[in-house]
Each structure stands twice: as structure tokens, then as C-alpha cells.
């Protein structure tokens, strides 16, 4: 990897913030058009414009398959239709406003981990004060807003293959390093 590279990989994780903490321990609202549930196999499949809200973390999709483990966690599998991608958008913690917000034809969300992995057409921005801080696009991402990591592969399938894709990163200049104004002298001195 090139040090150019290196160097912009690393600047973006370094402004990448923790998902607000507080949302794992909201409750887990689902609204839809259609449910199929199965109580035996803890698995519910909702349809129709889909939107799953547990605390700050908002996810909408045509399609969620949503699996309780035995010990109570969820994992969510957002499906997209065609012309629409899966969405997913939460606030961070830390000063400011601050979010992280993504799309992909299917992302995947482990409540336990806290762990979403983007597949297909992915992206993630992070923005600040709503404005575009940082973006990546590829076929695959991993984001762990616990450890503050994220990783892009250059297949759906999570792995990177030669000749299998390019990503692409885009770092907006920081606002600490804005130009102070300069003084003009005064007319006629």
C-alpha cells in the first residue's frame, strides 16, 4: 500500500467516532407492510417498506429478515429491491453532530457486536454538522462502530480478488485546517 494511501486510510479512521452507546440498550421498533414470523425458529421476515429504529440507528429496506439468538440479540439481514438499496443511518458519539450513514443492495447488522457489513454497491459517510466528511464506496464494507474499524474488499463477497474492483475514498479537508482571514489595511493608509 502506498504511503499516500496509507496516510488517507489512516486520517479517516482517526475522525471516525463510536456509535452512540446508548442505542444498545433501546428497544428495537419495527414498522412494515407484511410479517411472516416463525416462533419456533426466532425468525421474522418483514415486507413493504421497512424501517427498524432502535434508538439512533435507523435502517429502511423492502425486505428485513430479523433472527433472535437464544441469548436475545438480533441479526438483521436488510434485502434491497430493484432501484432500491438497503439504508442505514446512526448518530455518534462525541462532540458535534455527527453521523454515519450507508447504503448497499444487502447489509447485514449483528445487534450483539454491534458489527454491519455492507454487500454490493456499498457506500458509508461519515457527516459532520450534515455536511459530507468522508466517503467510501466499494463492493464490500465492514463497519465495527465499537472498535471504530472499518474495512472495504473489492467483492460482494468480502473478499478481494485481483481484478475484482476498485474502491474509492474521498477525505473533505478538516475545518481545523481553514486559512484564518486575513486583515486588509485600512483605506487610505
Request: glycine share 8%; with cysteine; proline share 5%.
Amino acid at each position: 500500500m502506498n504511503k499516500l494511501l496509507l496516510s488517507a486510510v489512516l486520517a479517516l479512521l482517526a475522525c471516525v467516532a463510536q456509535a452512540e452507546k446508548a442505542d444498545s440498550n433501546k428497544p428495537t421498533e419495527i414498522t412494515f407492510d407484511q410479517l411472516d414470523a416463525d416462533d419456533v425458529k426466532q425468525i421474522k421476515t418483514f415486507t413493504g417498506n421497512v424501517v427498524l429504529t432502535r434508538g439512533t440507528l435507523l435502517m429502511k429496506s423492502p425486505k428485513a429478515v430479523v433472527t433472535e439468538t437464544p441469548e436475545g440479540y438480533q441479526l438483521v439481514v436488510l434485502h434491497s429491491a430493484p432501484g432500491v438499496q438497503a439504508t442505514f443511518r446512526q448518530k455518534l458519539d462525541g462532540p458535534g453532530d455527527q453521523w454515519m450513514e450507508g447504503q448497499a443492495d444487502r447489509i447485514e447488522y449483528d445487534s450483539k457486536t454491534e458489527l454491519v457489513k455492507l454487500f454490493a454497491k456499498a457506500q458509508i459517510k461519515k457527516l459532520e454538522a450534515g455536511k459530507n466528511a468522508s466517503q467510501v464506496d466499494g463492493e464490500f464494507i465492514s463497519y465495527d462502530s465499537r472498535k471504530e474499524f472499518f474495512a472495504v474488499k473489492n467483492t460482494p463477497t468480502g473478499e478481494t480478488k485481483p481484478g475484482g474492483g476498485r474502491s474509492t475514498m474521498v477525505i473533505q479537508p478538516s475545518s481545523k485546517l481553514a486559512t484564518p482571514a486575513t486583515t486588509q489595511p485600512a483605506a487610505g493608509k
